[in-house]
């Protein structure tokens, strides 16, 4: 799926699994510029369910449509649309 690409892709250094650093880097690079550093642990907090600071693929495809969604409604808002 679209999803498990995008995972792959943020996942910088291919351990099968993102780290909060790899997370921010792959929201920035998507436009989402305004996301702060508190945002972006916030973002991270929710998806790593188990705490065990990592996000699996698992714990991606929970967390990714709804962070997506909202933040490309955002960037479509910023950029006129």
């Known amino acids: 799926t679209v999803l498990q ?5 943020v996942d910088a250094d ?9 997370l921010a880097v792959a929201l920035s690079l998507l436009g989402f510029k305004w996301l702060k550093e508190k945002q972006v642990n916030g973002i991270f907090d ?6 065990d600071g990592i996000i699996s693929m ?13 933040n490309l409604v955002k960037l479509a808002k910023n950029n006129g649309g």
């Open 58 to 70: 698992e714990e991606f495809m929970d967390e990714a449509p709804r962070t997506l969604k909202t």
């Open 46 to 51: 929710r998806a790593d369910k188990n705490g």
């Open 14 to 22: 291919n351990s099968g699994y993102i780290d909060k650093e790899e």
């Open 5 to 9: 690409q995008l995972f792959k892709y």
